[in-house]
């Protein structure tokens, strides 16, 4: 007689310690801890409701993300964006993203097709109602989908070391002004393209739109550099 199998857990409880990490990476990439703010333990304890342990554990995770940068004699603050930061973070992005693009589109299935058109829906949401938090999990969501298409799932777990500091950027171009198109519509752009299973198209509409935003936080990122000096 075969032992009955466990059955899947599909979607595991967060715990405190993941609550905690949530929290606190939001409130940077929202920017409700500024760059180069300290991060003071017994405060973070108060407001959160959490012992220190916790609080260290999330300040050692946010470190390892590249959010957090420890000092000799200050401690932990929150850690500054260079322009030569962004240009790396863009790099590997282009590299990572436009070869699980292409790949998605010529392996998409009519399931996948389903679930990167759900996963842009609730990111449009996530834009429509400028709640960053919500746009930092429904963008990841979305190119979870691409990777996951693709088959690249060592090249995802890069880009999720890097979501912290990817989303900062995105916060800090999502809302401008002067780029050549809505962030949602180059999403619109990469999405058809895959759906399609046009590789090539795929590939140009994720070049697209990371010229567009890489362009925009080297201006924004030079400005600020200027007030610092």
């Given at each position: 007689m075969s032992k009955p199998a466990l059955a899947k857990i599909d979607h595991p409880p967060a715990t405190l310690r993941d609550l905690v990490q949530e929290r606190m990476r939001e409130a940077i990439i929202e920017g409700v801890f500024e760059p180069g703010q300290r991060l003071v333990e017994r405060p973070l304890c108060d407001q959160l409701g959490v012992s220190r342990t916790v609080v260290r554990e999330t300040i050692r995770y946010l470190?390892?993300?590249?959010l957090v940068?420890?000092?000799?004699?200050?401690?932990?603050?929150?850690?500054?964006m260079s322009r030569d930061d962004a240009r790396q973070i863009y790099d590997i992005r282009r590299a990572l993203?436009?070869?699980?693009?292409?790949?998605?589109?010529?392996?998409?299935?009519p399931e996948g097709i389903t679930r990167l058109r759900a996963a842009l829906d609730r990111l449009k949401q996530a834009v429509a109602v400028a709640s960053?938090?919500?746009?930092?999990?429904?963008?990841?969501?979305f190119y979870a989908e691409i990777f996951q298409g693709a088959g690249h799932s060592v090249a995802w777990e890069v880009v999720q070391r890097l979501n912290g500091r990817i989303s900062r950027l995105r916060l800090l171009t999502l809302t401008q002004p002067d780029r050549a198109r809505p962030g949602p519509e180059h999403m619109d752009r990469i999405c058809d393209a895959i759906a399609a299973g046009d590789a090539a198209a795929a590939r140009a509409a994720v070049e697209s739109h990371l010229d567009d935003t890489m362009a925009i936080a080297d201006r924004l990122l030079a400005s600020e550099d200027a007030q610092d000096d």
């Open positions: 470190e390892a993300e590249g940068e420890i000092l000799p004699g200050r401690g932990p603050i929150v850690a500054r993203e436009t070869a699980a693009a292409e790949a998605c589109a010529r392996n998409i299935t960053p938090g919500a746009v930092f999990r429904t963008s990841s969501e």
